[in-house]
């Protein structure tokens, strides 16, 4: 995770001080996450819609293009707790534009969109943030989708402190770890 301290600190305050009027916490607009690492998305759950539909859709779109680069559908709108879902930043996010890697960071930028799953074609962008890709992408592609077959993955607090790699664990730091579960992404 790019920046762990501000993930939590963003599921604190989506859960505890986020109005009506905030929609998410996470990514901020000086957000940087990095290529082969993972980027979070954290959502104000208790709004009116949201709890009402009880399930939303989550897409990433590239800035630029408006491509879209995830879509995970149906995803279970949580209740008491911000919703979190994070994805590994991988070759699928550059599109196109990841062949031109010449050996120096290319940064993209990006925007996460919520919507009712009921409702999946409303919804508003939320902070433009930055990926960065700072290698060359995989040579064959489909090699690339077996081993990012993106899929959410809900953050689950706290963070455990662990003195060995841990099943079920995000490695973070070599002392720590996330506890993590699996979400159906709806495909």
């Known amino acids: 995770m790019s920046d762990l301290g501000s993930v939590g600190a963003a599921q604190f305050e989506c859960e505890v001080n986020a109005g009506n009027d905030v929609t ?4 901020v607009a000086e957000t940087i996450a990095l290529q082969d690492e993972f980027a979070a998305f954290v ?14 859709d989550i897409q990433l779109f590239h800035a630029d293009s408006r491509q879209q680069v995830f879509n995970f559908s149906h995803v279970a709108n949580p209740s008491g707790i911000a919703g979190t ?25 990006f925007f996460w969109v919520i919507t009712r799953a009921d409702e999946p074609n409303g919804g508003r962008p939320q902070a433009t943030f930055t990926a960065v890709s700072h290698r060359r992408p ?3 592609p489909s090699v690339r989708h ?3 077959h993106p899929q959410p993955v809900a953050l689950v607090p706290p963070i455990h402190q662990v003195n ?3 099943q079920g664990c995000l490695a973070v730091t070599p002392r720590k770890c996330l506890r993590y579960v699996r979400l159906s992404s709806g495909e």
Not at 43 to 56: C, E
Not at 91 to 96: I, L, M, Y
């Open 138 to 140: 995989w040579p064959n």
């Open 146 to 148: 077996k081993l990012y």
């Open 85 to 109: 879902v994070s994805v590994p930043v991988n070759d699928s996010w550059w599109g196109d534009a990841g062949g031109s890697w010449a050996g120096t960071n290319i940064s993209h930028p």
């Open 24 to 27: 998410s916490c996470y990514p």
């Open 164 to 166: 060995q790699p841990v």
């Open 43 to 56: 959502w104000n759950s208790n709004l009116p819609d949201l709890v009402q539909a009880g399930f939303v």
